[in-house]
């Protein structure tokens, strides 16, 4: 019995300890010109992880995306659905278990999981600042932090997203500020609701709650204060508890993810809709779930916006591959073919007026569409994220004063 | 094991963990591998992120949270509800079947068709029928029963998680009836019919001949049905409400959705889940057969 007890516990050590670092072929990669990568990954296969729930940006990718690839560099591209904790989670195995050749060459991340997975040492890198698009397009000031994480290189924009509202213009006239909509969720009761945190539309909708009664993001953006938080949290608690019996089944349950709240909205049993995607109402409207007469607002006390990002993990089989492809996802014509709505309706991570001048016409010209609010309107409100520890603390807090109190 | 021609005291035990290592060793290096990494997590040992506090924080934070208790609390309502119910109605189901007459015993294939069908397409199908905006409503509406759609009973939002413990009764009904069928089948039906012979009533004849026979395999089933929703995660993904939340959806949440830092929370729920049914196990099958040992057996 001693001896097959030692036999497993030398099998589970195996299986537990991590084998050699990783080779010195990564840091030449990030030390080498661009053109030589692009060498190194021509027909080669990218194998990119990322969250699989849009039917339209699936399609963008397998098609558009995938078309690029092939032509420019013989880059054959295979696009793998799953949520960004799956794959962290995945990666954290493989680490455990010392497995350095994965299955991942890209992953679509940001915020809480880009903390996680740099944190955990899963990602190469830097390698951002190396890419030529990145390099030419892209403003340094707007992608240094990711939810007040230092980014530092470790991954690339690749869009931007902001938070807006979602109502039916036939129906009923939008709030214009967070007063005015609580004041519409007492008057008519049953009919607003938000996704439980921590669904990453519900979260954000707390977190600009938080903003609008606390006065103002500013004082987070230091990082973490322990104090600070404990003063101004219960505003937040406060605000959401006195609407919470005039929300959707008085309040004793909510949608459980974005897309829950989704399908509410569009069978008329809550009013207000929500997403984290300006386009994700028009994307809707063409898809048929929603009705043509569907809209979107922002109130005046601001609206989160932030910016996603592509990641290479630490044991990529194709390096160079994603960094090829890193680099291609922000040029001006994918990006300029994402912001189209019947494509994607994304926002560009790139700063438009570094772009030559005819490449600017283009972006200026496209029809976003009647539901997506342009830049003149979600430009003035927009407001940064904020940094993770204060996600995490207002996600558990919520949880604590609002759900189970 | 004829082959062997004397087999030697102390080698049988060896030889027969190697005729059995193709079972063993995946279930030791698995599932007991994954239990003990689980556990080692939950003390904050190989934790992905370095853990920073004691070997027992994950239990404190979790034992002073009320909300952790009430969590508890609602999956063994839940779990003891749907479990008692099913086997509840398999046993009565099983025992109507195995009377039917012969030319009917056909159509009783149906029972096997919820086996079948996956926990989550039961979870849409209680969905479906149930909600306010579902097809039982509809009809009630267009019958005339009640005069507006949310007259109808609120089912799925109750705060009682009836609709987790409707999905799972209906899930496990069959899977009792399968169960007890199995015993049935041996079951000499001449003893009913001496007794209603005798004067016994129907219900009578239920409780005090079938019900009896059926026990040991309504025990196992209770058991298996019991902890199978007190863990499960796909019917409270579906049709689960907010509050009180499902322990397998709280830990889903952790696991998933939150800082790397609260792994040891996630893991500590999970192992406090396992010894929970490991006590569970031992406690019910004690009492069942402390009771057994008071009755006279027929």
């Known amino acids: 019995m001693k001896r097959i007890a030692l036999t497993l516990m030398i099998l589970w050590a195996a299986l537990i300890l991590p084998v050699a670092p990783a080779g010195a072929d990564d840091t030449a990669l990030q030390h080498l010109p661009f053109e030589q990568i692009v060498e190194k990954a021509r027909g080669t296969e990218v194998r990119w992880y990322m969250y699989g729930g849009w039917a339209h940006v699936n399609d963008w990718v397998d098609t558009h995306v995938a078309a690029e690839m092939k032509k420019r560099y013989d880059i054959r591209l295979v696009r793998v659905p799953m949520d960004a904790g799956v794959f962290v989670n995945k990666l954290l195995n493989e680490k455990a278990a010392g497995k350095q050749k994965g299955n991942i060459d890209l992953l679509w991340i940001n915020g809480e999981n880009f903390k996680n997975a740099k944190e955990a040492g899963l990602l190469f890198g830097p390698f951002a600042d190396t890419l030529p698009n990145v390099k030419k397009y892209v403003d340094p000031a707007s992608v240094t932090h990711d939810f007040g994480y230092p980014v530092e290189g470790y991954e690339a924009p690749y869009g931007r997203a902001q938070f807006v509202f979602e109502y039916d213009s036939a129906q009923v006239t939008p709030p214009a500020d967070l007063a005015g909509l609580k004041a519409w969720i007492m008057a008519n009761p049953g009919r607003f609701t938000y996704p439980q945190p921590p669904d990453f539309t519900g979260s954000a909708f707390i977190r600009q709650v938080f903003y609008a009664v606390t006065g103002g993001h500013d004082q987070y953006m230091a990082g973490w204060d322990a104090d600070l938080f404990a003063k101004k949290a219960p505003l937040l608690w406060k605000w959401l508890n006195e609407v919470e019996p005039y929300l959707w089944q008085k309040g004793r349950t909510y949608p459980k993810d974005s897309a829950t709240l989704d399908t509410l909205f569009s069978r008329g049993e809550v009013a207000f809709g929500m997403s984290y995607h300006p386009s994700h109402a028009q994307s809707k409207i063409i898809e048929g779930s929603y009705p043509a007469t569907a809209r979107t607002f922002v109130l005046k006390d601001g609206a989160i916006f932030n910016t996603h990002f592509t990641a290479i993990p630490f044991n990529a089989p194709n390096k160079a591959g994603g960094m090829v492809l890193a680099n291609l996802l922000i040029s001006a014509d994918i990006q300029l073919s994402k912001y189209r709505p019947d494509q994607w309706g994304d926002f560009p991570a790139l700063d438009i007026s570094r772009l030559p001048e005819a490449d600017q016409k283009r972006f200026q010209d496209v029809d976003l569409g009647p539901a997506t609010l342009g830049s003149e309107i979600l430009g003035p409100v927009a407001v940064p994220e904020i940094p993770s520890a204060y996600l995490e603390a207002l996600e558990q807090g919520w949880k604590e004063h609002v759900l189970d109190k | ?298």
């Open chain 2, 1 to 298: 094991m004829s082959w062997i021609s004397k087999p030697n005291k102390t080698t049988r035990p060896i030889r027969l963990m190697l005729g059995l290592s193709p079972l063993l060793l995946p279930y030791l290096v698995l599932f007991c591998g994954g239990a003990v990494l689980t556990a080692c997590q939950s003390f904050g040992v190989l934790t992905p992120l370095p853990h920073a506090g004691g070997v027992l924080d994950a239990y404190t934070t979790l034992l002073r949270d009320a909300s952790f208790f009430a969590s508890f609390g609602f999956s063994l309502w839940v779990a003891t509800a749907s479990a008692f119910l099913a086997v509840a109605a398999g046993a009565f189901l099983a025992y109507r079947v195995w009377r039917l007459p012969g030319r009917l015993a056909p159509l009783s294939l149906v029972y096997k068709i919820p086996l079948i069908l996956p926990h989550i397409a039961v979870a849409f199908l209680v969905l479906i029928f149930w909600s306010r905006s579902g097809v039982i409503a509809s009809v009630a509406h267009s019958l005339g029963l009640i005069r507006e759609m949310h007259e109808f009973p609120n089912i799925l939002y109750s705060g009682w998680g009836l609709g987790m413990i409707l999905a799972y009764t209906l899930k496990g009904a069959p899977f009792a009836m399968l169960l007890a069928l199995a015993l049935l089948a041996r079951f000499d039906i001449r003893q009913i019919q001496t007794a209603a012979m005798l004067g016994a009533s129907g219900i009578r004849i239920f409780f005090t001949i079938v019900l009896p026979r059926l026990a040991p395999a309504l025990h196992t089933g209770f058991i298996i049905l019991f902890l199978y929703s007190f863990g499960a995660f796909d019917i409270p993904y579906i049709l689960s409400e907010s509050r009180p939340g499902m322990l397998s959806i709280h830990v889903y949440n952790i696991y998933f959705k939150h800082d790397l830092a609260r792994r040891p929370e996630a893991m500590a729920i999970l192992t406090l889940m396992f010894a929970f049914a490991v006590v569970f196990i031992i406690a019910y099958s004690r009492a069942v057969s402390r009771l057994e040992n008071g009755v006279r057996k027929l």
